[in-house]
Structures are given as structure tokens and as C-alpha cells.
Nanobody, 125 residues
């Protein structure tokens, strides 16, 4: 499985971006796909993921009011709509398959999971 994230760029604070994650495998059923991000000088953190079976969505607390994840299994695509962006959202965003959202803890990707290359989001003040 290969994952390719896209949609990053430069946006002003308060603006929006939609990130896309394209998977090389069809269908995406069976994979929980999600997004992580890594800001300069900080550890990578989980942002959001969507379950393969029932499309249940999970968000880390910092993002649930501003970000929305969705998936289109027919196109093997997962999207992250980011609204009301803040300068502290500046980071490289990665999509991954096999995400385990740990409520109140550190999210991780299963050993048999996959990582895509990241896409840079820069939010100017």
C-alpha cells in the first residue's frame, strides 16, 4: 500500500485547507486511515482517523471542533477538511493506514500499517 498526501500550502490564519490522501490499494475497506502531524521541534501527534467498517471518525481533542475527516472508499481517498486554521497548526501532515486512536493517549500506527509522505501546511498570522 502506498499513500500520498496532498493539499498542503500556505494559508492565512482563519482560513481553510483540505488535505487529501490517495491510497494505491482499492478498496480501502479494512484499513483505518488517519492523519498525523509534526510541527517543527515537536513530536508527531495524531490528528484524526476514520474507521474502515462503519466510518466512525475520531479526533484528538485539539481538533474536533475545527477539522473533519471523510473517506471515499470507491476512490481510495481520505480527506481532512481543516477550518479556522491557526499559526500553531503549521506542520507537516502525514496520512497513515492502520491507525489506532488512543483516547487520551498517544496515537500510533500498527506495525503492519503504512505511512505516506507528508504535506506541509503553513499558517501565517
Amino acid at each position: 500500500v502506498q499513500l500520498q498526501a496532498s493539499g498542503g500550502g500556505l494559508v492565512q490564519a482563519g482560513g481553510s485547507l483540505r488535505l487529501s490522501c490517495a491510497a494505491s490499494v482499492r478498496p480501502l475497506n479494512g484499513y483505518t486511515i488517519g492523519w498525523f502531524r509534526q510541527a517543527p521541534g515537536k513530536e508527531r501527534e495524531g490528528v484524526s482517523c476514520i474507521h474502515s467498517g462503519d466510518n466512525s471518525a475520531y479526533y484528538a481533542d485539539s481538533f474536533k471542533d475545527r477539522f473533519t475527516i471523510s473517506r471515499d472508499n470507491t476512490k481510495s481517498m481520505v480527506y481532512l477538511q481543516m477550518n479556522s486554521l491557526k499559526p500553531e497548526d503549521t506542520a507537516v501532515y502525514y496520512c497513515a493506514a492502520g491507525v489506532v486512536p488512543v483516547i487520551g493517549g498517544t496515537w500510533f500506527v500498527l506495525p503492519e500499517g503504512y505511512w505516506g509522505k507528508g504535506t506541509l501546511v503553513t499558517v501565517s498570522s
